[in-house]
């Protein structure tokens, strides 16, 4: 079945640390693949996207590169900042089902120490 | 000011009672979607809509019913509840139903308690 992993469930880093969020899929064909950022007392928002496969997503110094060699979207950051602490989601909109039914992974949480 | 509009925010329930959540999107979208999001558990999708007709449900039970009375509403009721249901249910919309280019966007959320 179509599934999102992530293993991370918490990433502890200090300002300024690079940041590398793991995240593979599993599905036929090639989805659309997302980040969600989930902050406190919110609901998820969408950090980056990207449609086609090899190309790269980037949105507020994040980046990610879908990757159907491997199928991995690895987000990535090269300076994370105390602000930046929130949830993250890998997910992906599977072309079996239409691409209307999204698959989350279980979110890797971030903090971020000044 | 937030475009997917979640009422309540928290909501308290005791077991065996019945409880609607709803949602209103002003962003002018044809598709809404309602997804849960449980202890432990990643987000899961619920049910879709697609101009106020119901495109799937992936929930097994038939307590949860969606209601649709316009095209920017789509709420969820939950009869009978039980402890299990307690979770946060988020409502979801997107411009279309369907298609690789299509994004989801997510309102705050009901943080439903079952006692």
């Known amino acids: 079945g179509d599934s999102v992993i992530q293993m991370q469930g918490q990433v502890t880093l200090s300002e300024n640390d690079f940041l590398f969020i793991n995240c593979t899929y599993s599905t036929t064909g090639y989805p659309t693949l997302f980040w969600y950022v989930q902050y406190s007392g919110e609901g998820p928002q969408l950090l980056l996207q990207v449609t086609t496969a090899n190309n790269k997503g980037s949105s507020r110094g994040f980046e990610a590169t879908y990757d159907k060699g491997t199928t991995s979207f690895h987000l990535q950051k090269t300076s994370v900042q105390e602000i930046d602490s929130a949830v993250y989601y890998c997910?992906?909109?599977?072309?079996?089902?239409?691409?209307?039914?999204?698959?989350f992974g279980a979110g890797t949480r971030l903090k971020v120490i000044a | 000011d937030p475009k997917i509009i979640q009422k309540p925010k928290y909501l308290v329930a005791v077991t065996g009672s019945e409880k609607i959540l709803i949602c209103e999107q002003y962003?002018?979208?044809?598709?809404m979607y309602w997804y849960r999001q449980s202890a432990k558990k990643p987000l899961e999708f619920m049910f879709s809509?697609?101009?106020?007709?119901?495109?799937d449900n992936q929930t097994a039970s038939s307590r949860f019913q969606p209601q649709s009375s316009k095209k920017n509403h789509l709420d969820l009721q939950i009869t009978a509840l039980k402890p299990d249901d307690s979770a946060t249910y988020f409502c979801?919309?997107?411009?279309?139903?369907?298609?690789?280019?299509?994004?989801?966007?997510f309102g705050a959320g009901t943080r439903l308690s079952v006692l």
């Open positions: 979801a919309s997107s411009q279309d139903w369907g298609g690789s280019q299509n994004t989801l966007y």
């Open positions: 809509y697609s101009y106020q007709k119901l495109m």
């Open positions: 997910a992906m909109s599977p072309v079996n089902t239409g691409n209307y039914k999204y698959v």
């Open positions: 962003l002018g979208h044809n598709a």
